[in-house]
C-alpha cells in the first residue's frame, strides 16, 4: 500500500528517465533558463523573444551556500509539532548559472555542508498529512 | 546646470513600538523638521510622502495623508513606493521639482507602523506568487540573510564573533541617540548566547520592525541662500537604480536568480552606489561617514564592499580594526543603525539622510564623527528597490 502522494507545486519538477529534475523553460532566441518557467516573455533586455522550450533543469549542481530553519516557519509552511529544524541550500547550476533554493534532506546539517561542493537534487516528503504525502525537490550532498 | 539641492531642516520621531497611527508619527517629524529649518508651512510648495502599505487607503497616498494633517495650504503632492527605498524615491521626486523650478522648498515625510507578530502572506494556494512558494517551502526572511553570512565564513574566512562585533559596534554607537530604540550596551558573549535563527545568524544578528517618522525640508540653493543658510548640507546624489539583468545574488522573495547563461550576471548591490558617487562626481575614497542597510549584522559587512570600502571578501579586516567605529576611518552606521532602531520603511531611507545631516552640520552630539564632510546612505528593499543618497558639507 503505498500513501497517495502530491507535489507541493504541480508542473515544477517531475521524474525524467528515471531521475528527479527541476522543470524550467529556456529562451529559444538568447538561451536564458527561467526557473519558475516563463513562457510569456524573456526577460533578457536584449531579447523581445516570446518562445521558449521546455527542459528538464540540471540535476546536480555546487553549493552556492547552506542554513537552517530554527523556528517555524508561519504559514503556508506545514509544521511538524514539535518543529524540526531542517537545512536551507543554495545550489548553483554550471549550465544554467542560476541559483536555486531547496530545502536539504532531511538529517542534514550545516556542519556536513561547505560551500563549493557538489549536491544533487532529489524528490522528498514537504510534510504529510491524512495519509497524504505532499512532495517537494531537496537538494543532498553527493558522497 | 545646477544638480544639488540644499538639506534646510530634519526631523524624526523616535523608533520603538508605540502603537498608535503612523500619521502622529509623520506629522511630529515634520513639524521638528521645519522649525529645524525655519521655514514656516504655508511656505512648502511641494509635500513628497514615503508610503506605507499597512496602514490602509492613508498610507497609500501618504504625501496627500501628511498634508491634510498638518492643513491643507494649497501644496503639490506625491505618494512614492518603493519599498526600503521609499524615502529615497520621495526624495528624488522633491528634488526634481526644485531643480525644474517648479518649487522652491519641499517636505519629505515617511513614517510607519508596524503590526503585531509576523508578516505572513495572504492565505490560499497562490504558486504564482513567490512568497506564497518561498514560505510554502519553508524559507523564511532570515535564511537569505544567512545565506549571504555562511558565504562570507565559507569564502572569506569571516567570523561569527565578527559578525558579532559589528552588533556591538552599532548597539555603542546608538547608546546616547534619542531616536533609537534600543539604547543598550550589547557583548560579544551577549550576541553569541542569544537564540540561533538561521544558522550562522542568531536574534542578535537580525534587526526588528519598528515604529517611527523622519523628515526633511529640502529647497533649492538659491532659497537656501536667501535664508541666510548658504552652508546647508546638500544633496549630492540619489540613486535609485534598478537591478541590472541577470541578478547574482539570490534575492526575497525569489527560489531562484536569473540564469546567466546568456547574459553575464551583476550585482544589483554594488550598483546603488556605483549610480550615486557617479552622479556626486566623487569616489568612496571622499566618504568620512555612512549610513548603511543593517537587516543583518553580516549584511553590513557586504555593504562595505558593494560601497568600494574595501576589495570583496575583506570587509572583516574594516570590522577587526576598528575602522567603521566613531573615531576610526569611515564609521558606518554612527546613529546605530537598524540594530538600535529596527525598520520602519517608508520612514528608514530618510533617517538615514537625517543622520548624514547631523553629522555634516557636526551637530550628532556624542555619536559626532570628527570632521565629517560627506556621507552616503546605503539601503536595499524587495522586488528591485534600493537606494544610496550623497550628502555633502
Ligand atoms: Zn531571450
Not at chain 1, 548559472?97 to 556542519?111: D, P, R, S, T, Y
Not at chain 2, 566618504?287 to 555593504?303: F, N, R
Request: overall charge negative; glycine content about 10%.
Amino acid at each position: 500500500m503505498s500513501k497517495s502522494q502530491v507535489p507541493v507545486l504541480p508542473g515544477w519538477f517531475a521524474i525524467e528517465n528515471g531521475e528527479p529534475h527541476l522543470l524550467g523553460t529556456r529562451c529559444r532566441a538568447c538561451g536564458t533558463y527561467y526557473f519558475p518557467r516563463q513562457t510569456l516573455f524573456c526577460r533578457n533586455p536584449d531579447c523581445e523573444s516570446e518562445a521558449f522550450d521546455e527542459v528538464p533543469l540540471s540535476r546536480r549542481g555546487t553549493l552556492w551556500s547552506y542554513t537552517n530553519a530554527m523556528y517555524q516557519p508561519p504559514e503556508p509552511f506545514v509544521a511538524e509539532d514539535p518543529h524540526v529544524p531542517y537545512t536551507i541550500l543554495a545550489v548553483e547550476l554550471e549550465r544554467e548559472k542560476m541559483i536555486v533554493l531547496g530545502q536539504g534532506v532531511a538529517g542534514l546539517e550545516c556542519a556536513d555542508l561547505r560551500v563549493g561542493m557538489p549536491v544533487q537534487l532529489v524528490l522528498d516528503t514537504l510534510f504529510e498529512r491524512d495519509g497524504q504525502e505532499t512532495i517537494t525537490w531537496k537538494w543532498a550532498p553527493l558522497a | 546646470m545646477e544638480k544639488d539641492i540644499a538639506v534646510l531642516g530634519v526631523g524624526m520621531h523616535p523608533w520603538g513600538k508605540w502603537g498608535k497611527n503612523f500619521v502622529e508619527y509623520g506629522v511630529k517629524a515634520s513639524r521638528d523638521a521645519l522649525r529645524d529649518a525655519g521655514v514656516n508651512w504655508r511656505d512648502i510648495g511641494f509635500v513628497s510622502g514615503a508610503a506605507t502599505m499597512r496602514c490602509g487607503y492613508p498610507g497609500y497616498v501618504a504625501g496627500a495623508t501628511f498634508a491634510q494633517a498638518l492643513g491643507w495650504q494649497g501644496a503639490e503632492v506625491n505618494t512614492s513606493y518603493a519599498a526600503c527605498a521609499s524615502g529615497s524615491q520621495a526624495l528624488a521626486a522633491a528634488r526634481a521639482k526644485i531643480l525644474a523650478g517648479q518649487c522652491e522648498v519641499a517636505l519629505v515625510v515617511g513614517a510607519d507602523t508596524t503590526p503585531k507578530g509576523f508578516l505572513k502572506p495572504a492565505p490560499g494556494e497562490r504558486p504564482d506568487d513567490p512568497d506564497w512558494v518561498r514560505f510554502r517551502l519553508g524559507i523564511t526572511n532570515p535564511a537569505y540573510f544567512a545565506l549571504y553570512a555562511r558565504r562570507r565564513m565559507d569564502l572569506y574566512g569571516d567570523t561569527p564573533e565578527d559578525f558579532a562585533a559589528v552588533k556591538v559596534k552599532n548597539a555603542e554607537h546608538g547608546l546616547e541617540n534619542p531616536n533609537a530604540r534600543y539604547r543598550k550596551r550589547f557583548s560579544l558573549e551577549d550576541v553569541a548566547s542569544s537564540a540561533l535563527v538561521a544558522d550562522p545568524l542568531r536574534l542578535m544578528d537580525i534587526c526588528a520592525t519598528s515604529d517611527g517618522a523622519a523628515a526633511l525640508v529640502v529647497s533649492s540653493l538659491d532659497y537656501a541662500r536667501r535664508l541666510g543658510q548658504a552652508d546647508a548640507v546638500r544633496v549630492a546624489a540619489i540613486s535609485t537604480v534598478t537591478p541590472t539583468f541577470a541578478s547574482a545574488v539570490v534575492e526575497m522573495p525569489d527560489i531562484a536568480t536569473d540564469s546567466a547563461a546568456a547574459v553575464e550576471a551583476a550585482r544589483f548591490r554594488a550598483a546603488l552606489p556605483a549610480k550615486a558617487y557617479e552622479e556626486a562626481g566623487l569616489g568612496p575614497e571622499d566618504i568620512s561617514v555612512a549610513e548603511v542597510y543593517d537587516l543583518s549584522t553580516a549584511l553590513e559587512m557586504d555593504w562595505y564592499e558593494d560601497l568600494q570600502f574595501c576589495p570583496r571578501g575583506e570587509a572583516a579586516n574594516l570590522v577587526r580594526s576598528g575602522a567603521t567605529c566613531i573615531g576610526g576611518r569611515l564609521p558606518v552606521n554612527p546613529s546605530g543603525g537598524l540594530a538600535c532602531f529596527g525598520e520602519a520603511v517608508p520612514a528608514q531611507a530618510l533617517a538615514q539622510v537625517c543622520e548624514l545631516t547631523w553629522q555634516l552640520r557636526g551637530a550628532a552630539g556624542p555619536r559626532q564623527v570628527a570632521g565629517a564632510r560627506v556621507g552616503i546612505t546605503a539601503n536595499q528593499g524587495l522586488f528591485g528597490h534600493g537606494s544610496a543618497v550623497i550628502l555633502k558639507r
